[in-house]
């Protein structure tokens, strides 16, 4: 069974930072073609904040990280990684890590094509 376990999550002021990080098992990380991280605000569909190839050459983001955020891999540990920086309250939401086994290209930023999911972790951004 695939197991993904965000952690970072908390709460911080305006402008703040945080760094997630989605712990994956070997099979599930080695089968993935593309792993993304996903958000979902308080009464707000989900929506793709980041995404990755494996090999961690390529990425894409969504409009409104405006280059605040930096998607990576570590792929010695199996670990998924989003750093958030500049962070304002419109970014509070829980945050998911997912992998996806689908050869599409560029990494998308369609929760569909993802196939594991982990539980999420909370990001809380006061003003």
């Known amino acids: 069974q695939a197991q993904l376990v965000e952690s970072g999550g908390g709460d911080v002021q305006t402008g703040g930072s945080l760094r997630l990080s989605c712990a994956i098992d070997a099979h599930t990380y080695n089968s993935a073609y593309y792993m993304g991280w996903f958000r979902q605000g308080p009464g707000k569909q989900r929506e793709g904040v980041a995404a990755?190839?494996?090999?961690?050459?390529?990425?894409t983001y969504g409009e409104f990280v405006k280059g605040r955020f930096a998607v990576s891999v570590d792929n010695t540990n199996n670990t998924l990684y989003l750093q958030m920086d500049s962070l304002v309250p419109e970014d509070t939401a829980m945050y998911y890590c997912?992998?996806?086994?689908?050869?599409?290209?560029?990494?998308?930023?369609?929760?569909?094509?993802?196939?594991?999911w982990g539980q999420g972790t909370q990001v809380t951004v006061s003003s």
């Open positions: 997912a992998t996806g086994v689908a050869k599409i290209w560029p990494p998308p930023l369609r929760s569909p094509v993802y196939y594991y």
């Open positions: 990755i190839a494996t090999d961690g050459g390529r990425t």
